[in-house]
């Protein structure tokens, strides 16, 4: 929703709203209903199921914001607005979907603060953007700096994935249930959505393929989630048990 085009097109702005609906929904789902719709023989972890209603609540105000201030605040000012909401999305969707994904790693809990203070950069580079109404330090340096991170998130991610694969066939005969392999499907449809949504400049064909995504990567969370048992350690046998 970069202008006024995306405003004007009532398919999109309905694409839109149920977008937002199923984001909510998904969030509403998540945190209230602790069974699962999937598999009932599944006990998902209660802390990935908070860090994604968090990241759908993210994507709920997104999509507020982005038409809020589009509309009622900043409409005549382009530059501040658009620098403005993309370092929102930049600093809650992307952490929140590093959190995510790293709880999904179940063999020990990785830090989540470095990547949070690697935001730290995007942010500076867009508040001196909007003081200065400099386009290429608030927008392409910031989204140059961003995407730095997530690159950086990735070949970490991989690394880890690899790591906790190798946890599992150590400690399990039976992975049903357990592996996580697909949540790398999430991470490049996350760096395709982040692309559409920091470089169409506009373009509706990627506006509508952006929020088909969204609505596609909703679906994928909620069903991970409801699929991947939560692992635990029993401490006093010294070994690894699952629900």
């Keep these: 929703m970069y202008d006024y085009r995306g405003l004007q097109d009532v398919i999109f702005i309905v694409l839109y709203c149920v977008a937002a609906f199923f984001a ?18 599944v006990w998902s972890s209660r802390v990935l199921r908070r860090w994604t209603a968090a990241l759908m609540a993210a994507i709920v105000a997104s999509h507020v914001w982005w038409y809020v201030i589009g509309i009622y605040w900043l409409a005549d000012d382009w530059l501040v607005r658009t620098i403005t909401v993309i370092m929102l999305d930049h600093v809650t969707l992307v952490p929140l979907v590093m959190a995510l994904l790293l709880a999904m790693l179940q063999d020990r809990r990785r830090p989540l603060w470095p990547w949070l203070v690697a935001q730290s ?20 340096l910031a989204h140059l700096c961003q995407l730095t991170v997530v690159v950086a998130f990735v070949v970490y991610y991989i690394v880890a994935l690899r790591q906790y694969g190798r946890w599992l066939l150590d400690n399990y005969a039976d992975l049903e249930r357990k592996e996580v392999w697909q949540s790398m499907m999430f991470v490049l449809a996350l760096l395709v959505v982040y692309e559409l949504y920091t470089t169409n400049a506009g373009e509706m064909a990627k506006e509508y393929l952006s929020q088909v995504i969204t609505l596609v990567i909703i679906a994928f969370l909620v069903w991970r989630v ?17 629900r």
């Design 121 to 140: 950069p995007v942010v500076v580079l867009a508040v001196v953007g909007i003081i200065c109404r400099d386009w290429y330090l608030g927008y392409e």
């Design 226 to 242: 409801e699929t991947l048992q939560e692992l635990e350690t029993e401490n006093n046998e010294n070994e690894i048990i699952y």
């Design 24 to 41: 909510v929904l998904a969030a509403v789902y998540l945190l209230w209903r602790r069974g699962n719709a999937f598999a009932d023989d």
